[in-house]
């Protein structure tokens, strides 16, 4: 197998013109490297076929805070509350959320019950 040396320029990329001066290889274009596929590339990584779009995730924007006064209240006394977990508390604030969409706003007796659960009473 012949190396892949351009064979015009001994694979310098550059050659000696008949003024003495030095000039970028008219075979390779001073890659030193032989060229006599003509330079043929490689479409298959330019066609638009190929190209790749990106995923498009359709994020539906969830409500993560209570749209009432009385619901965001009661959501940072859940938040504020340090004997529950962070899991208790999301779900308590859903809670809160899944409520006043249903029924408007956060009745009292609603805001009792959540209340209960993030202050229990003391033994
Ligand atoms: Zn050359």
Redo the contacts with the bound molecule.
Sequence with gaps: MAAET??????????ANSFGNTTT?????????R?DDGGLRDVTKTKPSHFQKPNKVAVVEKQNWPSTYEGAQLAKEVQACASVSNETKAKLTREIIDYEGSHGKCTETFTKKIRRQVRPPAP
């Design positions: 351009c064979g015009i320029c001994g694979g310098d990329g550059r050659i290889c008219p075979s390779c274009h001073g890659s030193g490297r060229s």
